[in-house]
């Protein structure tokens, strides 16, 4: 791989709970190595087809939603099949893997690609401040060496070069490209246009945060990760990231982003409310969900319910979540 010569150098390791049965053991050995494992099955076809008609026919029923506004984050406060899907056991078996047994969901994304929608451009991301600033997520019991955050990326549409599938840059979790101390131009201050037309990031020009303005990601041998409805990816933010456009003419690329860290992180710390891609997001309401063991810190606010009221489980099948 190319490399900024003013990149960050940053070492990563497991934690030394790191809970890795031996069905998983060269996943977690290829995740340390690149940054990102996947495809990993979660549903049958037919079970992803399921839920995917019921997000999208959930997805217009805003009575229960936690943050009404354009970005659609956290809908597993509201929308069933996602308040079981991030308690998804096969996920939480490799999370237990690579962060350890005490594991909170902090944030789910749902991201919907459109026929002639763009690439989403690279991006490499370790406390969230790019948004507006201030840190996330900060670890209390470790430093940014250890593994602090991952997401699962889960197709419930094909997601295919075409339709826009994640790219990622092996082995780039190692070093920092990008630096989201930096102030930049474009995104904070609230002129995002939710269409992603205007800019390669969701309202923000990633590239601004750039070590070294002339390093060219492409050059740096990405790996594209096509997945089938019900596969998932999971990786560390910190590795660069990024997805195609969608080029096809009538199929909708949706994927289900889940995130989690170990329950030592504070979670949006001292803040009551927080901005990104040009919304507010209230968190009077808010609360990390424990989706694994215990939660010894007491950091973070939690919650075992849903907006409905149901608890926070897995199951298995969507009749199930009427
Ligand atoms: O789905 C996409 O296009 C981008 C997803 C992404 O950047 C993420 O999940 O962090």
């Known amino acids: 791989m190319s490399s900024a010569n003013n990149a960050i150098e940053a070492t990563t ?14 996943d977690i050995e290829k995740f340390e190595r690149d940054g990102f494992i996947g495809p990993i099955k ?11 008609r019921s997000l999208r026919a959930n997805n217009q029923n805003r009575s229960h939603i936690l943050y009404d506004n354009n970005m659609n984050y956290d809908r597993h406060f509201d929308i069933p099949e996602l308040s079981s899907h991030i308690m998804h056991p096969t996920i939480i078996k490799y999370l237990k893997g690579i962060l350890g047994p005490d594991l909170l969901c902090w944030r789910s994304e749902w991201f919907s690609k459109f026929p002639g929608g763009r690439a989403t451009e690279w991006h490499q ?11 996330l997520i900060v670890p209390s019991q470790s430093d940014w060496n250890a593994y602090i955050d991952l997401t699962v990326w889960t197709a419930f549409t094909p997601a295919t070069i075409k ?60 790996v594209e990760m096509e997945l089938k409805p019900g596969e ?20 909708t ?55 409905r009221e149901q608890a926070f489980a897995f199951n298995k099948s969507v009749k199930e979540l009427a």
């Open 125 to 135: 991301v370790r406390d969230y401040s790019y948004t507006d600033g201030n840190p």
């Open 253 to 307: 690329r949706l994927a289900i982003t889940s995130r989690y860290v170990p329950t030592h992180v504070r979670v949006y710390p001292n803040l009551n409310s927080y901005n990104a891609h040009g919304e507010t997001f209230d968190l009077q309401n808010y609360a990390a969900v424990l989706v694994s063991g215990e939660d010894t810190f007491g950091h973070n606010k939690l919650r075992d319910k849903n907006n």
């Open 232 to 251: 998932c990816v999971i990786f560390t933010a910190s590795c660069a990231h990024a997805s195609h456009p969608n080029t096809t003419e009538r199929e």
């Open 42 to 52: 979660l549903y049958e076809p037919e079970e992803a087809a399921e839920i995917l």
């Open 163 to 222: 339709t826009a599938c994640m790219r990622f840059l092996p082995g780039s979790h190692k070093k920092f490209y990008y630096d989201e101390k930096k102030s930049v131009a474009t995104g904070r201050n609230g002129e995002y246009k939710h269409d992603a037309t205007n800019t390669g990031f969701f309202g923000y020009d990633f590239s601004e945060f750039k070590v070294d303005p002339d390093w060219d990601p492409e050059s740096a041998n990405p």
């Open 13 to 26: 390791g497991l934690p030394a709970n790191a809970v890795i049965t031996d069905d998983i053991k060269s």
